[in-house]
């Protein structure tokens, strides 16, 4: 891969993508109109009254653009009818017809709705999966085919006025994309790319992009390189984000947010879908609250933004971890650093006066979750008066927690002396040290006392002197950004990370969500959920964070609980059953919502193993491109097994198709018992 244009303007300030407008209906989308919300019908399309229904449901909860599945000619057709009754109720909100395999429905779709989604990967094209070299003749002839089968649909979409979504998705890529990028984000920025050239050759220009995965790091990898590719052929059409098969609860909240609102944040995105195997209407004030979020960040003065360093090791477009120096800490030792997967620091809600209350949660919590369990603690020190309870809990938690993290709030920076036999202390004042004496003394206290240090920095450039002081420090610091840094936070942590590197400082990163400030009507919870998730899913999706911590909800429990979350929706460490389930649309050929969840009881306990739950065969094998095993509606009632992307059971019934999974996961030596 040749040098890469930057796909937006800084990663270390928050400004909008300049995009070209398209129409959608009445709606504008694109340049610097709103972010859009959309959503996607559950009802089978031929049920006329249900899709009517559910489509005025969601207009009136706020979508904005409403998408209606056409898998066939007849479905198509009624998409006439819908319309017809839709704007008779006096609802102006724009349909999209969702076409995968035919261009005969996008053809009869595109004389009903205002656009038409075609998935790439599908769309007029060859999915044999053949194993073997296309050569450079047999490449273009491909091309030719699909200019052939294309066309159409695009001089009769620039006839109509009707838009048009090219939404690749990843893992339904064409075998010739398959053979020639593999099944990666570069292959889904290529595999749109075709399809822009053809209709740019019969000047259509009315097209949105998207580029979903599952997995939020392949997402936003795949959404970079279609904006850097892009830009290189002089193409800015706007973009529609998403996180295809997210789930449903918390953990589809937490992904979306990390892959949503990683790219709002970098300016990247015009409409946004939040995936949810929920009601949809429960899809729409989530990504209302993400589009809230991206035009407060991109009201910010340009001047707000920050220059640059001179350089940036991490390349945006491939998945790295930042090399770090590996630290090890406790009883028992861990290792903290970039040869581990990310530690979870859990803030306890308790204060030093009452430590007894913090050994009992620690307690719980270390019993009920063996597999996510404290691995480091972090409380607050306030005043000198709480040294005696610090003792004490640093006494009665000996092997129980390797180490604990103290906050040191006080004006005093006097350090107690570590105790022979306690559990290990890592100190970190709340004070930012701006001058070299007082950062020399700090360490020099922690080198007497026998604690180890961690330090807050500005992410500014570090001054020589400390740069000296902090890689000669006996015990390396672990490095956080500091508390009253005022921009943009995941900018800042990636100035601080690029500041450190350029300095020769292979320091692991402390990753810590703090206060969230609540924008209107969101509950407090989800404030927190979905700023949790950016500031941290963005950084880890870039390889950056080495230890992480959660420290503004109301328990230890919920701050580890969401911060293990987080890791696992940044595939940045696993600690749990990973599912992958639709969203449902008309497709589907059972109740997703329900089988999810008797799928989740069966197989919730299997750590590490990646489960996917679709509706029907275009959500099967190619979108559930990770997945160990996949559970995939082939006809009414009936299922199909996969083992990765293998279909190993056909045309199970339903009501046995639980168990027959459970099965077929202890032939391949991956059950455990719960």
């Not at 489509?55 to 209606?68: D, S």
């Not at 056409?70 to 076409?99: C, H, W, Y």
Request: glycine share 8%; proline share 6%.
């Amino acid at each position: 891969m040749g040098k890469l244009l930057p796909y937006c303007d800084s990663r270390f300030g928050s400004i909008r993508r300049k995009s070209r407008v398209v129409q959608v209906g009445d709606l504008l989308i694109g340049g610097t109109h709103p972010v859009r919300v959309q959503s996607m019908t559950t009802t089978n399309t031929l049920d006329i009254e249900a899709t009517v229904k559910q489509t005025i449901e969601l207009a009136e909860a706020g979508c904005e653009v409403v998408r209606i599945t056409a898998p066939n000619v007849r479905a198509a057709e009624a998409l006439g009818e819908i319309s017809k009754q839709v704007r008779a109720a006096k609802i102006s909100t724009p349909l999209v017809a969702d076409i995968h395999f035919l261009p005969n429905a996008a053809m009869e779709a595109a004389k009903h709705v205002e656009k038409v989604r075609i998935n790439p990967g599908n769309y007029a094209d060859r999915k044999k999966f053949q194993i073997r070299e296309y050569s450079d003749s047999q490449y273009q002839e491909e091309l030719e085919r699909l200019h052939q089968e294309f066309s159409p649909l695009v001089l009769r979409c620039k006839e109509l006025g009707r838009s048009m979504r090219i939404g690749t998705n990843h893992g339904s890529l064409s075998d010739r994309i398959m053979n020639r990028f593999g099944d990666s984000p570069r292959g889904m920025a290529e595999s749109a790319l075709e399809f822009l050239r053809v209709a740019r050759s019969h000047d259509y220009h009315q097209i949105i992009l998207s580029m979903k995965a599952s997995n939020p790091k392949v997402m936003i990898q795949a959404y970079r390189l279609v904006v850097s590719l892009m830009k290189a052929e002089g193409m800015n059409y706007p973009l529609h984000l998403g996180v295809t098969e997210a789930g449903d609860g918390e953990d589809a909240r937490i992904k979306s947010a990390i892959g949503i609102g990683s790219l709002l944040l970098d300016g990247l995105g015009d409409t946004i879908r939040v995936s949810l195997t929920e009601d949809p209407v429960a899809e729409i004030p989530v990504a209302q609250d993400l589009v809230q979020r991206a035009h407060t960040w991109w009201s910010q003065e340009p001047s707000a933004v920050p220059d640059k360093p001179s350089q940036e090791n991490l390349d945006p477009f491939t998945f790295e971890r930042r090399r770090t120096t590996n630290i090890k800490i406790g009883q028992p030792l861990c290792s903290i650093g970039s040869k581990s997967p990310p530690l979870v620091i859990s803030a306890s809600t308790h204060s030093l006066k009452d430590p007894g209350a913090i050994v009992q949660e620690v307690a719980k919590t270390q019993v009920q979750a063996k597999d996510a369990p404290v691995e480091a603690l972090l409380v607050e020190l306030c005043n000198t008066s709480e040294m005696e309870g610090l003792e004490t809990l640093a006494r009665s938690l000996i092997k129980a927690v390797p180490f604990i993290i103290v906050e040191d709030k006080r004006p005093d920076d006097e350090l107690p002396p570590a105790f022979p036999g306690i559990t290990p202390l890592v100190w970190l004042p709340t004070k930012v040290f701006t001058e070299e004496a007082e950062l020399a003394r700090f360490l020099a206290l922690c080198e007497q006392a026998g604690h180890h240090p961690a330090v807050s920095l500005h992410p500014a450039e570090i001054s020589e002197g400390m740069v000296s002081l902090l890689s000669f420090s006996p015990k390396a610091p672990i490095i956080t950004l500091a508390p009253d840094a005022k921009g943009n936070p995941v900018g800042d942590y990636r100035r601080l990370a690029s500041n450190l590197d350029l300095a020769g400082l292979q320091l692991p990163l402390w990753i810590r969500n703090q206060e969230t400030v609540r924008l209107s009507k969101e509950n407090l919870f989800s404030a927190r959920l979905l700023d949790s998730s950016i500031l941290s899913g963005s950084l880890l999706c870039d390889g950056l964070g080495d230890l992480i911590s959660v420290e503004n909800l109301d328990c230890l429990d919920r701050n580890r609980g969401m911060a293990f979350n987080i890791l696992q929706g940044a595939r940045a460490r696993i600690s749990k059953t990973e599912f992958v389930a639709c969203p449902s649309c008309g497709r589907t050929l059972f109740d997703l919502q329900s089988t999810t969840q008797k799928v989740k009881t069966a197989t919730g306990h299997l750590k590490g193993v990646t489960i996917a739950v679709m509706g029907c065969i275009v959500n099967g094998p190619g979108e559930m491109a990770d997945a160990d095993f996949g559970y995939v509606g082939s006809g009414p009632g009936k299922i199909d097994l996969y083992v990765g992307k293998n279909r190993v059971n056909s045309a199970i019934p339903e009501t046995d198709a639980v168990d027959r999974l459970v099965n077929l996961i202890q032939e391949e030596g991956k059950w455990i018992d719960p």
